[in-house]
């Protein structure tokens, strides 16, 4: 199982990034994935997940209208595309993955506990 997330930058604030994981060794029907992210000095927090289930997506609040995860299962890829960003959305942002627990199916994925994770991209948002 492997990921990597690129399409991070410098961008102002107000502007727009797309994130993509790009993923390999195993498809999203089997495995739960989503996007996380952690700030300079503070904890990784969760910020967007997908059901391998239906594709329901969950959001953070902090995150919730201004961002949209989705996946492409052909090109095994999942996409962050994150909008009218702020200078807090700075961090560094990772996605993973862990094997789909089908008892947990209809849970958000905030509380998963991913154990493959990609390299991070950075996402610098400037005033």
């Known amino acids: 199982v492997q990921l990597q997330a690129s399409g991070g930058g410098l961008v102002q604030a107000g502007g727009s990034l797309r994130l993509s994981c790009n993923t390999s060794?195993?498809?999203?029907?089997?495995?739960?994935i989503g996007w996380f992210r952690q700030a300079p000095g503070k904890e990784r927090d969760t910020i967007a997940c997908v059901s391998s289930v239906d594709g329901t997506t969950y959001y953070a609040d902090s995150v919730k209208g201004r961002f949209t995860i989705s996946t492409d299962n052909i090109k095994n890829t999942m996409y962050l595309q994150m909008n009218s960003l702020k200078p807090e959305d700075t961090a560094k942002y990772f996605c993973?993955?862990?094997?789909?627990?089908?008892?947990?199916?209809?849970?958000?994925?905030?509380?998963?506990?991913?154990?493959?994770w990609g390299q991070g991209t950075l996402v610098t948002v400037s005033s």
């Open positions: 060794g195993f498809t999203f029907d089997d495995y739960a």
């Open positions: 993973a993955a862990v094997l789909r627990d089908y008892s947990r199916d209809y849970a958000s994925g905030f509380d998963f506990h991913y154990d493959s």
